[in-house]
């Protein structure tokens, strides 16, 4: 794409109230724009990235088995009020329609809706186990939403819910949930920093799981023990200040951001629908069911929050929203273009910095701010070596390739 | 997919309050779930009908230079009082947040967004034409919801804007839009019997311009000239009773299905905003722009509206949730499960009716009721001629073809 088309610009200014790292450097890139506090709108280059975090997402699901359906963010009062959730859900929206008074919560969860869902074509254990996910746009009435996309008013998240005829074919499937969490946050570049958390289960469960990832700004605080790479939440470090699979007491603590969680509700909420199936005996079972949660505008938000630098966005190549960033220069534009010309006549998904009447230097920042991962600058300067600046982000060394070998190296890069 | 896998099943019985033919054959056929009036689940197969019309749409988005972004369904209420519609917008769905108090309008439209936020990007002519884009929940209190899918409270809908230096601009790229819109109600099947209808076009334009379908139970009265090939709304025709392209007074009046509208806004939404740019001459000049909209769900229940048969779903293959179904009837499952698989190793996209316990006619008539375009029915029967039974949805007549002939056959098929 020729960045001269493209409508967002980069910006110095950023809304005063925005304190957080991922909402500036994103305002600041023309990524996302603020409309309301812990409300944003998804500008093109914000779009790219969250469709790659999508893909990566919808392909762990697809092979979880998940079924991919999308349920409404109007749910009926009637449903909430059966969980005993209407009044005790502190987040939840609630208001009336004008013309039918009929009480709505807009969703931010949808336990209440998939169970009865799930009701109507469970009836025996041959239809089990099942699996449903979707990428949705859900709402939290928060008291307070000032980290950006990590905590809106209005975000977009993946929710799956498994159904199974007994608690250790959940425990099975709850498994593997976890370890396509874990590729995912490999896939989008934070799965180093990234930690299977424990955290308190409720009422059903001994514990649920969070995925935590270290940032210096993270709004929680964990406990890694570094011998079984994982962690504890502060919840239950207090009650158990030991790792729940080694013992030790050596616990490291870490500012951390949660990137999804995962919960066995065993039969919590097929109790208050019913959700009963026929065994292979004839008898009446309660279904036992789990949700799993990533939130996908918070793991954006996560990855800039563990990747931007003092320049900038820092993408990885999977969730970047182009692979190659072409900057013509002075002099360099008509090379440029051609280098650009037959970067994407290769199917390659670049943006060329076209414009025209901007200063090298301002170019050059908005690069950086970017973030795409490979730059290729092109001027007068670097076509006296009949070259290309071949650079790559978040690296300081940068070298010159000859003209003629630009295509096969990019190619080659890519894989 | 196996169809003994997917969760939904197909059902006699319908919510009785459920009058229009799209939400009975949707909810039979488990293409969708009725959560509330007006608030409906899409399940897998819905959901990959949804998809593909997705796809075509933003096919022709993308041909349009439309930039694709996800604004908001939470709306300050500020926007809205800036362009006298929080008052006035009949089917406007109002609340406030419990703790911050602040009001929120749920976005039935977003010309209240998309104009302050463009605002920030545009400032000189060189930044103009622009076109956004987003594919995106919407809601509307309708005060009656009982058209299914056609009129729902929470509905997905294609929303583009344009944004021009002129008029002439906007008018030249609304031919455009127009052109393009005919190629998505052609792709989806419905070209043929969709017409271009001129409607009331409010304070700024003599007219607006809708999209109409002919469908037996339509909701709208519009009035054909079958010269030109275009139609004229019921407001229109009262005020002026003549083809508004030729003049004849012979119109055929007929019931129809709006799955479309584009309008020339001009300045009404750039005057609120006071959304401006400078010209080759240094002048401050109003931005012109213009608003066209696809209800996707909209789409899908017209398609089923003017498609669907007495037994069912009837599916175009561009959009339909499979190309093929294969149904495996009594003696014939073994060879089924091979030309499934040799289908499916194809790239194929295949659903394969292996349930074990239905009845031969059950499964004929569910899969009528799917209504994928091809049925390839393998039984004894078949099998004593070493053939399947080929069948396209909504022909009467079907045919033996060889099952050495079958894979090269489809494949021909498929193009």
């Given at each position: 794409m020729r960045q001269s088309k493209l409508f967002t610009k980069t910006s110095h200014s950023v809304p005063k109230d925005e304190e957080s790292k991922n909402a500036q450097l994103l305002i600041r890139a023309g990524y996302i724009q603020k409309e309301l506090a812990g409300v944003y709108s998804i500008l093109p280059l914000g779009f790219r990235v969250l469709k790659k975090i999508e893909g990566i997402i919808r392909k762990e699901m697809e092979s979880l088995d998940g079924q991919e359906i999308l349920m409404p963010a109007l749910q009926p009062k009637t449903n909430w009020e059966q969980t005993n959730r209407w009044e005790t859900y502190d987040t939840l929206f609630r208001f009336e329609s004008f013309y039918t008074k009929s009480e709505y919560a807009l969703g931010p969860t949808h336990e209440e809706i998939v169970t009865p869902l799930l009701k109507r074509f469970i009836a025996s254990y041959k239809d089990l186990p099942r699996a449903v996910f979707q990428i949705q746009t859900k709402f939290r009435d928060e008291?307070?939403?000032?980290a950006g996309l990590l905590r809106g008013r209005e975000f977009i998240m993946k929710d799956l819910y498994s159904f199974h005829a007994n608690e250790d074919d959940l425990a099975a499937y709850y498994e593997k949930v976890r370890s396509s969490y874990e590729r995912i946050y490999a896939a989008v570049g934070i799965g180093n920093r990234t930690y299977f958390t424990f955290a308190s289960g409720g009422t059903f469960s001994k514990y649920s799981h969070e995925f935590q990832t270290l940032t210096e700004a993270g709004e929680d605080t964990i406990f890694i023990c570094e011998t079984c790479k994982i962690a504890i939440n502060e919840e239950i470090v207090k009650e158990q200040p030991e790792c729940p699979q080694c013992n030790t007491t050596k616990l490291k603590e870490e500012k951390a951001i949660e990137v999804g969680n995962i919960f066995q509700l065993k039969t919590r909420f097929s109790e208050c629908f019913d959700l009963q199936y026929t065994d292979e005996k004839g008898a009446k079972k309660l279904v036992v069911m789990g949700c799993y949660g990533i939130g996908l505008t918070r793991l954006l938000a996560a990855v800039v929050e563990a990747l931007g630098d003092e320049q900038g966005l820092v993408w990885p190549?999977?969730?970047?929203?182009?692979q190659i960033h072409i900057v013509g220069l002075q002099g360099g534009d008509e090379k440029a273009q051609e280098v650009y010309d037959k970067l994407q006549s290769q199917g390659l998904d670049v943006l060329y910095d076209?414009?025209?009447?901007?200063s090298s230097g301002a170019k050059l920042k908005d690069a950086d701010l970017l973030g795409i991962p490979l730059r290729l600058v092109i001027s007068e300067r670097t076509l006296k070596e009949n070259a290309a600046e071949w650079k790559t982000r978040g690296q300081k060394e940068s070298a010159l390739v000859p003209l003629d070998k630009i295509i096969e190296k990019v190619i080659e890069m890519q894989g």
């Open positions: 008291k307070r939403a000032k190549r999977s969730i970047s929203p182009f076209d414009r025209r009447g901007e």
